[in-house]
């Protein structure tokens, strides 16, 4: 499951509407614990979209986030935890500020249709 969601933001999507845009900082958190619920798995990832198309990984907790920022095979580079007051300064917030954050629509249903 996790392999064809990475798949689906390391790579031009197919149709406009896979790649959501990400309004608000506080939605990160809705965002996270929805591809949690839904998937089964850890963490919700994200994309800075641009020439470099940079990808991360975070992980919600109760007293902050866990950034990961992964390489275009899925690998974990950088790995940061962070308070809610330091995330409003990591580059994702920024991205977020200026409307170039975007995360992966997460499917619906097992068999991996959005």
């Not at 275009?72 to 954050?101: I, K, M, N, T, Y």
Request: contains cysteine; positive net charge.
């Amino acid at each position: 499951m996790r392999t064809r969601i990475m798949n689906r933001i390391t790579q031009q999507p197919t149709r406009p509407a896979a790649m959501l845009p990400v309004r608000a900082l506080n939605d990160i958190e809705y965002l996270v614990k929805e591809s949690e619920v839904l998937t089964g798995q850890a963490g919700r990832c994200f994309v800075i979209a641009g020439a470099d198309r940079l990808i991360y990984r975070v992980h919600w907790h109760p007293l902050g986030f866990k950034v990961e920022r992964l390489d275009e095979r899925g690998a974990v580079l950088d790995c940061r935890h962070q308070l809610p007051w330091e995330f409003e300064h990591h580059s994702l917030a920024q991205a977020l500020a200026c409307g170039q954050l975007f995360t992966a629509s997460v499917p619906r249903d097992m068999s991996g249709r959005a």
